[in-house]
């Protein structure tokens, strides 16, 4: 279950030495794009630099990578295992997440980084991941209604839960595109602590290289808020500037508008759309995209679509769906170390999916079964395009099918 404070966390990490600086991000929708961002041009400047974002793609280590990469399982266990029975001998009662902030924060004093990019789990102020003393910049990427139950019922509310991520003096980069009541709720907050609120910019030459046209409008503010936090950051005397454009052209970031060869789990010889779209933002920037690039004129979309419980699915699908379109829609399997989460039942997006103006017709209840809910929408979109969203444990399921279809190639022809 979601517990939120910091007085369990704190007391698991007292003993993991923090003398890395850190790059803070919070936000609803962004985050994961930031961090990665940010990470890469730490590397590319010759930082050795820790990464923790959630939730996890494939395993569980994953979220957690060291010079870009991601660590190896046997690392992950053994600061799992310290962790662990710290939160059993002191008898913590920690929650899943704060058990994987602080292996986290353990392998990051064990590899001994200097700079962590630490993507916020859930709001801010109590946010586990909060409990960090040594921040250098703290980020706000753009900010929307979601988790609700958790952070407040407006906009506003929700803005100052994140806000709490900042310190005083240490300067807080925002998302320019965020509407006005929230920078106001951000900029009212920084005077309170005294600190400063810096726009994510991209008045640099070093973009020069890089053009908003190769970029969704979304990912080039994202690129904005790292580039800005990086500057602010980076205190090495060498300039890395000439380094930083081939880093971030080569930045691929999974289950964000990821485009997938599914020949070996598909019939199907064009490529897949996947994103973990999972918020009423995220869904009209994908909405956006698929309009743009995929929808032809006479081509309906197949959609994939999974969400967890509790999401609007209305104003998800508002933005993706139209008249004509088939949905097949699943739940996503068990989520490792995060059993709060539950999938929502494939009905109810139908439902919602039918309000729009889908037809029944064109319509799977999969129940639990990716694959075959990949199957339908292959023959159904007989080579129109096809795009799996609703949830990033949904893009998790498919990464995982495809990775164990290519071990399993790999172990016939070995």
């Not at 993706?320 to 059993?339: E, I, N, Q, T, Y």
């Not at 007989?382 to 172990?411: F, M, Q």
Request: hydrophobic share 40%; charged share 20%.
């Amino acid at each position: 279950m979601i517990e939120l404070g910091l007085k369990r966390i704190g007391r698991l990490v007292r003993h993991t030495p923090q003398p890395w600086k850190v790059i803070h991000v919070a936000g609803t929708n962004g985050k994961g794009s930031i961090c990665a961002y940010l990470s890469a041009m730490l590397h590319a400047g010759g930082v050795r630099c820790g990464r923790f974002t959630s939730p996890h793609l494939i395993d569980r280590w994953d979220c957690i990578t060291v010079d870009q990469n991601p660590i190896q399982e046997s690392v992950f266990r053994h600061a799992e295992e310290i962790v662990h029975r710290r939160n059993e001998e002191e008898q913590i009662g920690a929650s899943e997440f704060e058990l994987l902030t602080a292996t986290a924060f353990e392998v990051f004093a064990n590899e001994k980084i200097e700079m962590g990019v630490i993507e916020v789990g859930l709001g801010g102020r109590l946010d586990a991941t909060n409990v960090l003393s040594n921040k250098a910049v703290t980020v706000i990427s753009k900010i929307g209604l979601d988790h609700q139950s958790f952070l407040g019922n407006t906009i506003e509310e929700i803005a100052r839960e994140k806000a709490g991520v900042m310190r005083p003096g240490v300067p807080c980069v925002v998302d320019k595109t965020n509407p006005p009541e929230v920078r106001r709720v951000i900029e009212e907050y920084a005077k309170e602590i005294g600190t400063d609120v810096v726009l994510g910019s991209t008045d640099s030459s070093f973009l020069d290289d890089l053009s908003p046209e190769d970029f969704e409008p979304h990912q080039w503010e994202n690129l904005a808020c790292a580039y800005t936090a990086f500057h602010l950051a980076y205190t090495k005397l060498q300039s890395p500037l000439h380094r930083l454009s081939p880093a971030i052209q080569n930045i691929h970031w999974p289950g964000r508008l990821q485009t997938v060869d599914m020949r070996s789990i598909m019939v199907r010889t064009e490529p897949v759309l996947i994103d973990g779209a999972h918020n009423v933002q995220s869904a009209q920037a994908l909405g956006s995209y698929v309009d743009g690039k995929l929808r032809n004129p006479g081509k309906r979309v197949t959609w994939v679509l999974a969400a967890s419980k509790g999401k609007e699915m209305e104003g998800i699908l508002k933005p993706l769906l139209r008249s004509g379109d088939c949905v097949a829609a699943v739940k996503f399997g068990p989520v490792d170390g995060m059993p709060w989460v539950q999938a929502m039942p494939p009905e109810d997006i139908l439902n919602t999916a039918t309000l729009l103006g889908v037809n029944a017709s064109q319509q799977l209840d999969a129940g639990t079964d990716v694959m075959a809910a990949l199957g339908w929408a292959a023959v159904a979109a007989d080579g129109g395009p096809v795009v799996t969203a609703g949830s990033l444990y949904l893009v998790s399921d498919v990464l995982r099918l495809l990775r164990d279809a290519e071990t399993r190639k790999h172990e016939m022809l070995g």
